[in-house]
C-alpha cells in the first residue's frame, strides 16, 4: 500500500510544471538548511550563553565569598546579612544567597528559598545547574578563607539567556523567512530563463505541426537549450526543404495528370466525333440507298441489310456517346448524367433513378464536369457488374463553395481495404485520382450486406478563377444527331 502510494505520488511529483519542481526543490533545500542551521545556531549560542552566565556566576561568587571573610571570622552575622541582601537588591539576576559558616550550619541567606538540592552545604567549590520555577538556576559555590571560616552559594537565574535566545530564534527566523523568499525569488528566475525557451520552442513544434514550415524557434542563448534550439532549427530547414520539394513534386504530378487526362479526353472527343460524323454517316448513306433498292429479286437481302445497318448506327451513336457525349458540352452534367442513366437503364435490369439539388442553372466548371461525369461512369458501371443491387441512386447536390455527388446501390456490399484485388476491380484508383485533381476526395461507406455508398466532394473556390463552359459552348452537333 505505502509503495503503491509512493509510486503515485512520484508520478504526479514528475508530471508537475517546472516552474512548481523548481520552487519545490528550493523550498525543500531552504527548509532542510534552516531546520540543521537553526539546531546547530541555537545550541551554540545556548552552550556560549550558559557559559558566560556560568563564568559570570563564578566570578559573583568569588568577590562576594571575599568581601565576607572579616565578618564571618568575627562572627559579625549581620553584617554578612546586610552583605548578601545588597548584592541581591543589586543584582536582579540573582536568585538567592547561602552562606554557610564553619560548621556548616546556615549563617545567612537572601532572596528566594533555593530549590531543595541546593539547600545543604556543598562540599566543593562547583558551578551546578538546578530546575528552578519555570526555568534553570546556575549555582555557583565558593570557599570563604579556604573553607576554614564558611562557603557560599550564589545563584542566578537563566531569565537573561532565555530572553537572548528568544531574541536570537526570532533573529533567525526572520533572517530565514527572507532568504527563503530572496531564493524563492532566485528560484521564479531561473525557471522562468529555462523554461521560456522551452515554451518559445513548444509553440514553435505546434506551428511546425500545422504546416507554417517558416516558424523558427529562437536561440535565447548558448547553452544546452540554445543548442536544442538551433538543431531544431536546422531540422526546420530540412522539413520546409522538404516540403517545397513534395509540393512542388506534387503539382508537377498533378500537372501530368491533368495532361493525360486531358489528352483521353481529347482522343476521346476526336473518335467520337468520327465515328459520329463519318462512319455514321457512311452507314446512313449506306442505308438510304440500300431502302431505294425495291426490285423485288432483292427484297429479302435488303431487309436483311437494312435491319444490319440500323443495328450499327445504333452502336456507333452509343460508342460515341460512351467516348464523349456531346450534351456535356452543350447542356451541362444534369442534363448529360440524365441521358446517361436513361440509357444504361434501357438495357439493365438494376432501376436506376437521378436527382439533383442546388442552383443547375450555374454550370459548374468543365474540369468538374468532367470528372464527375467520368467518377459517375465508373461508380454505376461498378454497380451493375459487381454489386447484385436492384435499385441505385445518382444524386448530385451543389452549395455555395463546393459539389457533392452520390451514388448509392442496395446491393450486396463488402468491406473497404479487404483486398487489393476489389480496389482494383472497383476501380477506386482512378476515381480518387479523378477527385485529388480537382482538390476532393473521394470516400467509400460500405459494408456487407448493406450496400455501397461512393461520395464525391470537390471544393469550389479552388475552381473560381477556372474557365467555365455555359450553355451553348463545346463543339457544335447537327439536330439530327444529337436526337439520334
Not at 298 to 313: P, S
Request: proline fraction near 4%.
Amino acid at each position: 500500500m505505502t509503495l503503491s502510494w509512493l509510486r503515485r505520488f512520484g508520478s504526479a511529483a514528475l508530471s508537475l510544471p517546472v516552474y512548481f519542481k523548481i520552487l519545490g526543490i528550493g523550498a525543500l533545500v531552504a527548509g532542510l538548511f534552516g531546520t540543521v542551521a537553526g539546531y546547530w545556531f541555537h545550541s551554540s549560542a545556548a552552550q556560549n550563553l550558559y557559559g558566560s552566565l556560568s563564568g559570570h556566576a563564578s566570578a559573583a561568587s568569588a568577590l562576594l565569598a571575599e568581601s565576607l571573610t572579616r565578618p564571618l571570622v568575627v562572627d559579625d552575622r549581620t553584617a554578612v546579612q546586610h552583605t548578601i541582601q545588597e548584592t541581591v537588591n543589586r543584582m536582579p539576576e540573582i536568585a538567592y544567597i547561602v552562606v554557610w559558616d564553619a560548621g556548616g550550619r546556615i549563617a545567612a541567606s537572601a532572596g528566594v528559598r533555593p530549590p531543595a538540592s541546593a539547600q545543604t552545604e556543598p562540599e566543593t567549590d562547583a558551578v551546578l545547574v538546578h530546575p528552578f520555577e519555570s526555568g534553570v538556576v546556575v549555582q555557583a559555590t565558593a570557599s570563604i578563607l579556604g573553607g576554614r571560616a564558611g562557603r557560599l552559594a550564589l545563584g542566578m537565574r537563566d531569565e537573561r539567556v532565555v530572553e537572548a535566545l528568544s531574541r536570537m530564534r526570532r533573529t533567525f527566523a526572520w533572517t530565514l523567512a527572507a532568504c527563503i523568499l530572496l531564493g524563492q525569488g532566485l528560484a521564479l528566475g531561473l525557471a522562468w530563463l529555462l523554461t521560456r525557451p522551452i515554451r518559445h520552442l513548444v509553440d514553435t513544434t505546434d506551428a511546425l505541426a500545422q504546416g507554417d514550415y517558416r516558424k523558427r524557434a529562437h536561440v535565447f542563448s548558448r547553452d544546452e537549450i540554445g543548442h536544442l534550439a538551433e538543431a531544431f532549427n536546422r531540422m526546420a530547414g530540412s522539413i520546409e526543404s522538404y516540403a517545397k520539394e513534395a509540393k512542388a513534386k506534387e503539382l508537377v504530378r498533378q500537372q501530368l495528370l491533368d495532361k493525360i487526362v486531358g489528352s483521353q479526353e481529347e482522343e476521346r472527343r476526336r473518335i467520337a466525333l468520327e465515328l459520329h460524323d463519318h462512319l455514321g454517316q457512311s452507314l446512313s448513306l449506306l442505308l438510304m440507298q440500300v431502302r431505294s433498292c425495291r426490285d423485288s429479286e432483292v427484297r429479302q437481302l435488303q431487309n436483311r441489310l437494312e435491319e444490319l445497318i440500323v443495328a450499327l448506327i445504333s452502336d456507333v451513336r452509343r460508342m460515341a456517346f460512351a467516348l464523349r457525349p456531346s450534351v456535356l458540352d452543350d447542356y451541362g452534367i444534369e442534363v448529360a448524367l440524365k441521358q446517361y442513366l436513361e440509357n444504361v437503364g434501357r438495357s439493365s435490369a438494376v432501376t436506376l433513378d437521378f436527382h439533383a439539388s442546388g442552383d443547375g442553372a450555374r454550370r459548374l466548371p468543365h474540369s468538374v464536369e468532367l470528372s464527375l461525369y467520368r467518377i459517375a461512369q465508373e461508380a454505376t458501371s461498378n454497380v451493375l457488374r459487381h454489386s447484385g443491387a436492384a435499385n441505385a441512386s445518382v444524386l448530385l447536390m451543389r452549395e455555395e463553395d463546393r459539389v457533392t455527388l452520390l451514388v448509392e446501390d442496395d446491393g450486396i456490399g463488402f468491406t473497404p481495404g479487404d483486398s487489393a484485388a476489389v480496389v482494383e476491380t472497383l476501380g477506386l484508383v482512378g476515381m480518387r485520382e479523378r477527385a485529388a485533381l480537382l482538390g476532393g476526395r473521394l470516400d467509400l461507406d460500405s459494408s456487407p450486406g448493406h450496400g455501397t455508398v461512393v461520395r464525391v466532394s470537390v471544393p469550389l473556390e479552388r475552381m473560381a478563377s477556372a474557365q467555365t463552359q455555359g450553355p451553348g459552348q463545346g463543339p457544335p452537333v447537327p439536330e439530327k444527331e444529337r436526337q439520334g
